[in-house]
């Protein structure tokens, strides 16, 4: 292939995914699955048993709740803010973010998307994305006075 021609289109592709471990529910150890039979659930019989321990608990509270033995459970009001991030575009060309605010709400959505989006799944783009920001690391250590030592020990709790 030379280097001026067009990069080869993709015209079928074919996922196929398998189970190879999972997580026990009860202490988060990895449980491996071998390939045949129901995978295990839990790594253990001492987990599974807790977990059932919990599970026949609960039943046993919301039996004693609807009998009217018990108060309900303490509740909870939830305040929920959702910020949407919206892509500026000037002259059809979206708009880089320069404020640090603006960075700072556009790396804040990477991490989301990374966490709930499709982004988490596609784990071929997880290398590259790891690389640029490791570079960015780099880049904010020289950057800053000091360097990565002294900046981190600002890093504000959350
Ligand atoms: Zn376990």
Do not use: F
Request: net charge positive; proline share 7%; aromatic share 6%.
């Amino acid at each position: 292939m030379r280097s001026d021609d067009p990069p080869p289109q993709v015209v079928a592709r074919h996922v196929r995914q398998r189970v190879e471990s999972r997580t026990c529910p009860w202490c988060g150890a990895k449980v491996p699955y071998t390939g045949r039979g129901r995978p295990a659930e839990y790594c253990s019989k001492a987990c599974r048993n807790r977990a059932w321990e919990v599970r026949s608990a609960e039943r046993r509270l919301q039996r004693d709740i609807a009998a009217g033995l018990r108060q309900l459970p303490m509740r909870e009001v939830i305040r929920e803010t959702v910020t949407e991030i919206h892509v500026v575009t000037v002259q059809g060309t979206p708009r880089e973010p320069t404020t640090a605010w603006e960075w700072l709400e556009q790396l804040t959505e990477l991490a989301e998307q990374l966490r709930a989006g499709d982004l988490g799944r596609q784990h071929w783009q997880h290398s590259k994305l790891y690389g640029v920001l490791a570079d960015v690391v780099v880049a904010l250590a020289d950057a800053y006075p000091g360097g990565l030592e002294r900046l981190q020990r600002k890093v504000p709790r959350r």
